[in-house]
């Protein structure tokens, strides 16, 4: 006898559904940033220049005379990882984490429009680490973020507070692996303890769930330039289908937190349902001259494409950049990602109105940093004979 409605099993007796499966469905696809930094480290009298994905360049009158001390302090993992003060022991707004954050923000700012209330986590590797960078977005943005650990006793009332609130950042060296559970973070930066690609994983899994099925915005890591990391979110990206690789305006919509509808960027009322948009959190930021990135009013130098904003420069012990991104199994500059970005920003009001499920199905499969490449093939094969 045949039996209807029967669950034809594979012959493996497995089922595998995998991230990439996914995308679309239940997850955004996601953006890896990666972010390097040049750092000059003075031991005694030579000068160490230590960079993101490259060896120590090594004075010839300290070859032979390396020992561990030394390894571990020209270490670039170990110099990622070492917050930064100022000479007033305040966190330093030109280091490091500093133009990690910035890059963050600005992503989340953008998220924002689509999503009222999305929100950012920042995985950190130490209680230490989590007290110096809630101070470093403080001063950063004038909102104190949450800072959050399991050794609190009123853990699980932060988190929950924050889930409630406008506020847009966290920032903990545990919530990972916790189960803890933020439907609307969009934006996560990435710097653990461990090293474990389950814990990569979760981590990712925290920033990917979309909102509804016409969410089309994308989930961003950020994560220093460390070889481990980037084997992580390229064996991601192989789980995804192969599709195509990869005019400048600013965001021309913003969604209605209330009913949801896409609303012009200079309305102060929903022109659907009255709802008053909530007033921008005084953030210190002012856009480069070049490029339109977000920065600490106080920058000389974007951390996005490197443009001087003051008509001098003095080099410092350190500075700080994104070396480009991985997505959708290819990497993409750093200059290629920011005109991506701006022709999705161009193109996505027009796609949403459409109500077409093909090109929406296809904004969510391509990331904003990949359109450039994208628009090129399409010029290229679509030239008149």
């Known amino acids: 006898m045949i039996a209807t409605n029967a669950i034809n099993h594979p012959s493996a007796g497995v089922f595998q559904h995998?991230?990439?499966?996914?995308?679309?469905?239940?997850?955004?696809?996601?953006?890896?940033?990666?972010?390097?930094?040049?750092?000059?480290?003075?031991?005694?009298?030579?000068?160490?220049?230590?960079e993101g994905g490259k060896n120590p360049k090594i004075p010839k009158a300290l070859k032979g005379l390396i020992n561990k001390s030394i390894k571990k302090s020209i270490d670039y993992e170990n110099l990622a990882y070492t917050p930064n003060f100022d000479k007033f022991g305040k966190p330093d707004l030109y280091s490091y984490h500093a133009a990690m954050f910035q890059q963050a923000d600005a992503e989340l700012t953008k998220i924002r429009y689509d999503i009222p209330n999305a929100k950012g986590l920042w995985v950190v590797p130490s209680i230490f680490f989590a007290n110096y960078a809630t101070e470093l977005v403080h001063l950063l943005t004038g909102e104190k973020p949450i800072n959050c650990n399991s050794s609190l006793p009123n853990a699980d009332k932060l988190i929950g507070r924050f889930r409630n609130s406008n506020k847009?950042?966290?920032?903990?060296?545990?919530?990972?692996?916790?189960?803890?559970?933020?439907?609307?973070?969009a934006c996560c930066i990435y710097m653990p303890h461990s090293k474990t690609e389950l814990y990569f994983r979760q981590a990712l899994g925290r920033v990917v769930r979309m909102i509804d099925k016409d969410d089309i915005t994308r989930a961003y890591f950020l994560m220093p330039m460390l070889e481990i990391f980037q084997k992580y979110?390229?064996?991601?990206?192989?789980?995804?289908?192969?599709?195509?690789?990869?005019i400048t305006r600013a965001p021309s919509t913003k969604k209605c937190p209330s009913c949801h509808?896409?609303?012009?960027?200079?309305?102060?009322?929903?022109?659907?349902?009255g709802t008053v948009f909530p007033s921008s959190a005084k953030v210190?930021?002012?856009?480069?001259?070049?490029?339109?990135?977000?920065?600490?009013q106080k920058s000389i130098i974007c951390a996005n494409c490197g443009?001087?904003?003051t008509t001098s420069f003095q080099v410092d012990y350190k500075n700080a950049w994104r070396h480009g991104v991985i997505c959708r199994g290819i990497d993409i500059s750093d200059k290629d990602a920011i005109e991506g970005s701006k022709l999705f920003q161009s193109m996505k009001s027009d796609i949403l109105y459409s109500g077409n499920p093909n090109l929406i199905k296809i904004v969510q499969q391509i990331p904003p940093e990949g359109m450039t490449a994208l628009a090129t093939l399409i010029k290229k094969y679509s030239k008149s004979p």
């Open 18 to 50: 995998t991230y990439g499966d996914a995308i679309g469905e239940s997850c955004r696809a996601t953006t890896f940033d990666v972010f390097t930094s040049k750092f000059e480290v003075d031991i005694g009298k030579s000068r160490v220049i230590v």
């Open 284 to 296: 210190n930021y002012k856009s480069c001259s070049k490029c339109s990135s977000l920065m600490p």
């Open 261 to 273: 509808q896409q609303c012009a960027m200079s309305d102060k009322n929903c022109s659907f349902c």
């Open 168 to 185: 847009k950042w966290i920032i903990s060296p545990n919530m990972v692996s916790e189960g803890v559970d933020i439907p609307l973070l």
């Open 233 to 246: 979110a390229r064996r991601i990206e192989e789980e995804m289908a192969h599709v195509p690789p990869k």
């Open 307 to 309: 443009t001087l904003q």
